[in-house]
């Protein structure tokens, strides 16, 4: 009796198991549209975890310099698909590049010095 108990609770662990992982899986996210200016190519990259813009030369593509503009924190309890969170929108503004997530948060990353600012609103996209 005891193995058959031990038996039917396996099984149920495996079913359970099976309908927790084939949950929340997602799409790929749309590729963003590299922005040129001066010559130089802004592309945003990451894992959905760590987001990055990417600045290149756009007649050879060599990587100038890359930064952080986010890092989502997550929660280890949670699948990890449903948490990615992805930059969608990148625009020039004068000397800044606007950058926009997938939560519609936005970003100034100073071309000049490199650092981002989190912005209040999303103006200019």
């Not at 038996?7 to 899986?25: D, H, N, P, W, Y």
């Not at 924190?73 to 992805?86: A, G, H, K, S, T």
Request: charged share 25%.
């Amino acid at each position: 009796m005891m193995k058959f108990a031990f038996r039917c609770g396996t099984a149920l662990c495996i079913v359970l198991a099976s309908a927790l992982s084939a949950g929340a899986k997602r799409e790929q996210p749309k590729p963003v549209t590299p922005v040129v200016s001066d010559g130089i190519r802004y592309a945003a990259e990451g894992d959905g975890v760590d987001e990055y813009v990417i600045a290149s030369n756009a007649s050879d593509g060599k990587m100038l310099w890359k930064v952080r503009v986010v890092h989502n924190e997550i929660d280890p309890r949670l699948e990890r698909d449903v948490q990615d969170v992805y930059i969608t929108d990148l625009s020039l503004a004068g000397s800044a590049l606007l950058v926009r997530d997938e939560k519609s948060r936005c970003y100034n990353v100073n071309l000049t010095t490199k650092q981002v600012e989190k912005r209040l609103w999303c103006h200019g996209f």
